[in-house]
């Protein structure tokens, strides 16, 4: 299996294209705000610099294994 390996930067891209494209389908304000303060300046920088530490906790709680995406279905 050939695995890609991404940057943290090209990671970021790639979060960015995919809620892009779930905007164009939904044109959810929440989400277009959120690209808003995501998209960078001509120095590479987000336009919010907070966003930068929410990724960098994002990384680091991946990378260490806190991150469960599966689907947990509670009963009630």
Known sequence: MNENKLTKKEAFLAMYSF???YYQLTDSDDVGGLLGIM???EDG???DSS???DWEDAVKN???GK???K???KNT
Do not use: F, K
């Open 19 to 21: 809620l892009e494209s």
């Open 39 to 41: 998209s960078l300046l």
């Open 45 to 47: 920088s987000p336009v």
């Open 51 to 53: 966003i930068s530490e």
């Open 62 to 64: 991946v990378l260490s």
């Open 67 to 69: 991150v469960n995406a």
């Open 71 to 73: 689907l947990q279905l």
